[in-house]
């Protein structure tokens, strides 16, 4: 993989390009998943490569998985508050009761609210619809106050109109924060991206304006002439 990536701060930026292209690997080398063996990764003007992915998380950026990643056991209020702790100043203790944290747990309601799934407050998330799994874990994604938020893949598997609401809820919900997002729903990309970079083996062939790549014949080319045209 040879990518060189500018994400201006504030903006959202997608990333797209056919299956093997090198998107999941990239979101993993920037999020310390996996090492760099080569080149620099920078958050804020400061490196990152060769952080633990905590390490990253507490410097501002937060992502979330292809394959869903919340505690299914837990109930959705539970995951919520999880996700809060740390940057609410709580460390590891067995002396905490988080039932008598009022701000803690008001700030955890809140989050519910912004991602409409306060009606599921109490309930296993391991039970909740697949779309509202993906909500959740949106909503845990940016419950540490990450400025830089990953999500990768936030739309797959879903019908038509819970894509719509996953776009309107990822528009809302990350106002004001940088966003780059990996996605193969091509109607998705051009409502949310400000920016297009297209990957193919490991490589950028284009990055731009939406509209630019829409009519990029490279790009339309890798997708076969058929998802960009």
Known sequence: MGVSLDVAAGSRHAII???GAGKTTLFNLISGRFPASAGRIELHGQRIDGLAPHEITRRG???SFQVTSIFSRLS????????LLWS????YSFWHLLARERA????????????GLESRRDLPAGLLSYAEQRALEIGITIAGGADTILLDEPTAGMSRSEADHAVDLI????????????????S????????VTVLVYGQVIASGPP???????????????TEVA
């Open 17 to 19: 390009g056919p299956n």
């Open 61 to 63: 950026l937060s992502r």
């Open 76 to 83: 959705v209020f539970e995951n919520v508050r999880c996700g």
């Open 88 to 91: 609410r100043g709580y460390r």
């Open 104 to 115: 803690l747990n008001d700030a955890a309601e809140r989050l519910l609210a912004d991602v």
């Open 171 to 186: 528009r809302r919900i990350t106002a004001g924060k940088t966003l780059v997002m990996v996605e193969h729903d091509m």
């Open 188 to 195: 998705v990309v051009f409502d949310l991206a400000d920016v």
């Open 211 to 225: 509209a630019e790549i829409r009519a990029n014949r490279a790009v339309q080319d890798a997708y076969l002439g």
